[in-house]
């Protein structure tokens, strides 16, 4: 697999430019290629993950915090959109940075009573935060809609034009998947970005260098919560209705397998992620009740034969002791 990739990034790297324009006409033409709504709602479904599995992958895989109560901050902003949409007619294009911001601050009011917490119970604790965001959203009827949810959501407008279907919308989701990605990848190859990675590999030696450890777990869950609102906030009028259902630990777990799948700690592991899930719910449809249980097998597999999943580095501590150990051999062999 190590080798794939390898090849793959050097002829990338060799033809870097004629793949990028190929790529990005190819793209912009796909709604021209597939113009049957039903693959389209596909396509953007795909969209839609990458941007949360990436936001996901931020705080997991970077950072090695362990959260799997994603959804929580997901349905804050999808609900922060529809209900500023639909009470105060705020546009949708200034809704997508206020719907982040909110939920980057609900991001930092669950990191910083948890900053010394670690594995399973920051994830417990990101679950509880999930499920009680969920609860509201079912109970406080006079602002959420309770259990009947908030319909008729305003679809996005530019120069008069309504995003109202899949085949339009696909552009609002590809658009912010290219920003996730370029802002993203800037973050990542920043100071920021070399911090998180730091307190990855060893949160202690990163801190007896002068990493504030603390501070950049903060930003890295804000950074990661914002994305999630984005996505929440692009997706309530993509589907002009929203409920609590919408947001259950399924969901959570759901955007998780796609991190976990495609392989965390990478940029194009959520990518991928997000198409194989995705693609193979559409597969079990047919027996949607096992799905869960398609998505543990695959998982379970992926845990054994590859940790890092399908794009991770084999260098990283995300990998396991003994990959890690077998990369580095190779390193050094390869040196001498």
Known sequence: ????????????????????????????????IFPKSYIMGIICRILLYIILAGGLNVINGYSSQFCIG??????????????????????????????????A????????????????????????????????????????????????????????????????YYYIFLFLVAIFLFVTRRV?????????????????????????????????????AFWAGIAGAAYAPYTRYIDSTFFTLDEGFNILSMAIIGGMGTLIGPVAGSIVVNLLTELLRPISEYRLVAYAILIIAMMWLRPQGLFGASKSILAGKEIVKKARKAEKEAAA
């Open 1 to 32: 697999m190590n080798e794939i990739i390898l090849k793959l990034k050097s002829i990338y790297d060799k033809y870097k430019i004629i793949i990028i324009l190929a790529g990005s006409i190819l793209l912009l033409l796909v709604p021209v």
């Open 70 to 103: 994603y959804a929580g901050f997901f349905c804050i902003g999808a609900y922060t959109e529809a209900i500023l949409a639909l009470r105060l007619k705020i546009n949708f294009w200034l809704l997508l940075p206020i719907a982040g911001i909110v939920t």
């Open 188 to 224: 990542i190859n920043s100071r920021i970005g070399r911090a998180w990675m730091s307190i990855r590999e060893d949160e202690q030696a990163a801190r007896s260098l002068g990493v504030d450890t603390s501070m950049y777990k903060a930003l890295n869950f804000m950074y990661g």
């Open 105 to 168: 601050i609900a991001g930092l009011l669950i990191c910083l009573p948890t900053l010394k917490l670690k594995g399973k119970y920051l994830a417990l604790v990101t679950l509880g935060f999930s499920e009680i965001v969920r609860l509201i959203a079912l109970n406080w009827s006079s602002l959420t809609g309770g259990p009947m949810g908030l319909k008729g959501i305003p679809v996005p407008k530019i120069f008069g034009i309504e995003f109202k279907n899949s085949l339009s």
